[in-house]
């Protein structure tokens, strides 16, 4: 855990945003004021609303009106998106370990994550996206110290403890925790079934030492229920929503 304080600390924005997440009282116009001092991220910002995805015929040219469009959940999934990995490469880590490999997986977990979480009856579904990304957490963290993982003490439980230190709510944390071996139909499960397509789809940081046994890594999301024609949406949404976030780190 002292392997946290290596790590490069929360933007201004990027705090209220995770302070969000607990529904604390956060004002989004104080928000959208911190991101309009940020030249480049309310650049992003301003291309991701004005995208296909939004469907807009006119261009929006106002973070405020931003954000009033894209919505709490979302501007917060796309400000975490665009701006975690940036941090995390500034993390010094060893000779050879996979960073970028690293970043585009959990951002992809994040996304897929979100995607499912609005299409199943889970609990606390707009924690989805951040449960996403800071999944592998613990890996970073143990690379930072140098330490390997052991059976005391896991990737999955030092993201969770990392969580619950930066005061992320407790579903998420559970979450987190749970990604490798999850209960019922929860927020945990939704987080699992992301990480396998994701790695199956050829984005993981790391090989799985057994690949899934589904044929298809589409036949994966039907664990959760996830029809073909649906599964065909949300595997479009993914590649549409991780572009335009990827250009925004580019």
Not at 2 to 8: E, F, I, K, S, T
Not at 195 to 212: H, I, K, M
Request: net charge negative.
């Amino acid at each position: 855990m002292r392997a946290l304080d290596q790590l490069p600390p929360f933007s201004p924005v990027l705090n209220r945003l995770v302070a969000s997440l607990a529904r604390e009282d956060i004002s989004f116009a104080e928000i959208a004021a911190s991101i309009e001092k940020d030249t480049v991220l309310a650049g992003n910002v301003l291309r991701v609303v004005n995208s296909s995805v939004y469907g807009r015929r006119g261009t929006i040219s106002s973070v405020r009106h931003a954000v009033a469009m894209m919505g709490q959940v979302k501007l917060r999934n796309t400000v975490l998106g665009l701006s975690v990995s940036q941090l995390w490469n500034r993390v010094r880590v060893p000779p050879g370990w996979p960073m970028a490999e690293f970043n585009r997986h959990s951002v992809a977990c994040a996304i897929l994550s979100d995607l499912l979480a609005q299409r199943c009856r889970v609990s606390y579904p707009e924690g989805a996206f951040a449960a996403g990304l800071f999944h592998d957490l613990g890996k970073l963290l143990l690379a930072v110290a140098c330490e390997p993982e052991s059976g005391d003490l896991t990737h999955a439980d030092l993201s969770a403890a990392a969580l619950e230190h930066w005061n992320i709510p407790v579903p998420v944390q559970e979450a987190v925790r749970f990604h490798h071996e999850p209960g019922s139909l929860d927020l945990s499960h939704v987080v699992h079934v992301a990480d396998r397509y994701v790695n199956d789809a050829g984005l993981s940081a790391f090989p799985l030492a057994e690949p899934s046994a589904e044929a298809v890594p589409e036949a994966i999301l039907a664990t959760l229920g996830i029809e073909q024609d649906q599964a065909v949406r949300i595997v479009e949404e993914l590649q549409t929503e991780f572009e335009l976030l990827q250009k925004g780190k580019s």
